[in-house]
């Protein structure tokens, strides 16, 4: 990634000019759906942003840059695991223990940050998240720490849709919604952290790629974002 890590001012400017060209964009895409491609196109930003923000919360809580990576999106195995297998009916069990290396799942999120070459911080980047879509956030994160228990799980979003303070970056306490919590509580392990960038709930029929509907990434927001995950980051720094 070339001029690591991009400076506050850049990071405001391509959501800026990235915003603003998604409509059009999504109108010339004639061969795909219009909603599909405005989503798609948020989430890349988020995603886009994500390492600079990053980057810029681990130098500026005093981290060496040569000791941070962004390594290649893959895939982890999460095993079957074997308390389950005992359980099942004997004629199965044995079928699928002379198998276990088959029986597997691969887990991944959106940012996979590592510090001297150990996976730190795990990062899922959404245009905006409701509970629905934070249920498999969770699941996702309860995997991947079954095989890395020391990892640190962030959700980066531009919009929320999860109800309570998560709409308001600044809010001191962000107490957050009854219904996220709920879900939360299911996954303790998790620790999920969630970090908003723009203010006010998301409102399907106000999208922000629309002119009258813009929101601006306020640079408060911006600062509050990068001290939140440079204090996840503190432990590793």
């Not at 603003?20 to 895409?29: L, N, P, S, V």
């Not at 930003?45 to 809580?61: K, M, N, R, Y």
């Amino acid at each position: 990634m070339p001029d690591f890590p991009a400076t506050r001012r850049e990071i405001i400017r391509s959501y800026n000019l990235l915003v603003a060209g998604i409509d059009d964009r999504a109108t010339a895409e004639r061969g795909r759906a219009y909603g599909g491609v405005i989503r798609a196109a948020k989430g890349k930003l988020v995603e886009s942003i994500a390492p600079h923000i990053i980057g810029l919360a681990w130098q500026e809580h005093g981290g060496d840059l040569e000791r941070l990576s962004f390594g290649d999106v893959k895939t982890y195995r999460i095993p079957i695991q074997q308390d389950y297998v005992e359980r099942l009916p004997e004629d199965v069990r044995q079928y699928v223990e002379a198998r276990m290396h088959e029986y597997v799942y691969r887990a991944q999120v959106d940012v996979h940050v590592f510090v001297e070459g150990s996976f730190a911080l795990g990062m899922e980047c959404k245009a905006y998240t409701e509970n629905a879509m934070l249920k498999r956030i969770l699941v996702d994160f309860r995997l991947l720490k079954s095989i890395h228990p020391d990892l640190i799980c962030c959700l980066l979003q531009l919009e929320s849709q999860l109800g309570g303070e998560y709409s308001m970056p600044l809010a001191s306490p962000q107490i957050g919604s009854t219904r996220s919590h709920t879900l939360m509580s299911y996954f303790p392990e998790v620790g999920l952290d969630v970090i908003t960038l723009l203010e006010g709930e998301r409102r399907v029929d106000q999208p922000i790629h629309h002119a009258d509907h813009f929101k601006e990434l306020v640079p408060a927001h911006l600062d509050h974002a990068i001290d939140q995950i440079g204090a996840l980051l503190e432990v590793h720094i």
